[in-house]
């Protein structure tokens, strides 16, 4: 069940992206955030009440993992995703986010000395190459300072979440994935809402929230990407191995820049095409190790 879920997570994490592009335009990142987020927890509060799953019996360790987790992995990665894709597009941040499979492979061996073999390194090369060959010669309308922002944002995003994700994949092991998702995107959303109260005051809050919750484009980008795809995406991680996930997660790679042409009518050129067949044959590498 775990590939299945890891597969249906690339699905609905497309649908997502294409959608929290089309709210963009009336929102700044920090303010899609917050909405994503509040969505989010409000899902799983819901979610855990009509299922009447208890609350488990976390460490204090577990604890300060899951809080440093959901602040690096939701707080901090997913604003810089959001800012790279507002800056970048969804096609490119698509090719950008590839880093995620070598990423997952590169930490896990750091943190549980899994072994990186030659398959690994040929991988990343693919994959990185998939990027310079999709983002050179960028559109005009695509400043070189836009582009590199937007390739550095997006390629930390990956790096963060990727390791946040594997630091409580110990502990989803023996606890209900609800209430890791819970933790995380609570302490994300505080962290984003206390940002914006230091830099913009009570007021902006109240107007995101009122605003937000009125995008119907962001409300769907929610319950796809913070509600949905975020439990089968932990799922996915929960009851199958970490390659696995990661590669099959790595598929909305394909599926975002195809939807990015119907949906927001994005040209699909011959270099992108080419920059993510080599990204996603990259991917497919790394998770054949």
């Known amino acids: 069940m775990g590939d299945i879920y890891a597969l249906l997570t690339a699905v609905c994490w497309s649908f997502a992206v294409i959608l929290f592009e089309l709210s ?4 700044n990142p920090l303010q899609i955030n917050i909405v994503k987020n509040s969505f989010g927890v409000i899902g799983f509060i819901i979610t855990i009440l009509i299922l009447d799953i208890p609350y488990p019996n976390f ?18 990665a997913d604003l810089f995703f959001l800012e790279s894709l507002k800056k970048i597009g969804s096609s490119l ?31 990343t ?20 300072s836009q582009l590199f922002t937007g390739v550095l944002f997006g390629a930390l995003a990956q790096v963060l979440t990727a390791a ?11 606890n209900p994935i609800l209430y890791v998702a819970l933790i995380r995107f609570g302490v994300g959303l505080m962290s984003a809402i206390i940002f914006m109260l230091l830099k913009s005051g009570y007021s902006l809050v109240l107007i995101t929230l ?13 319950f796809f990407g913070t509600y949905l795809s975020v439990i089968l995406w932990l799922a996915g991680y929960k009851y199958t191995l970490a390659g696995r996930a990661a590669i099959y997660n790595q598929l909305s790679t394909v599926l975002i820049s195809i939807m990015a042409v119907y ?25 054949l190790d």
């Open 93 to 123: 941040s698509a090719i950008v986010a590839t880093v995620y499979a070598p990423s997952i492979f590169i930490i896990a061996y750091i943190t549980f000395n899994e072994t990186t073999t030659l398959n690994v390194y040929l991988g």
């Open 210 to 222: 009122q605003q937000g919750y009125r995008n119907i484009f962001l409300l769907g980008g929610s």
């Open 263 to 287: 949906f927001l009518k994005d040209t699909l050129t011959i270099k992108k095409k080419i920059g993510i067949l080599l990204s996603f044959v990259g991917a497919v590498i790394v998770s």
């Open 164 to 174: 946040s994700v594997l630091s409580v994949k110990p502990i989803m092991l023996d």
């Open 125 to 144: 090369f693919l994959i990185l190459g998939g990027i310079v060959v999709s983002t050179y010669n960028f559109p005009k309308q695509i400043t070189s």
């Open 24 to 27: 963009s335009n009336k929102l």
């Open 59 to 76: 460490s204090n360790k577990n604890l300060v993992i899951l809080a440093i987790s959901g602040f690096i992995g939701v707080g901090i």
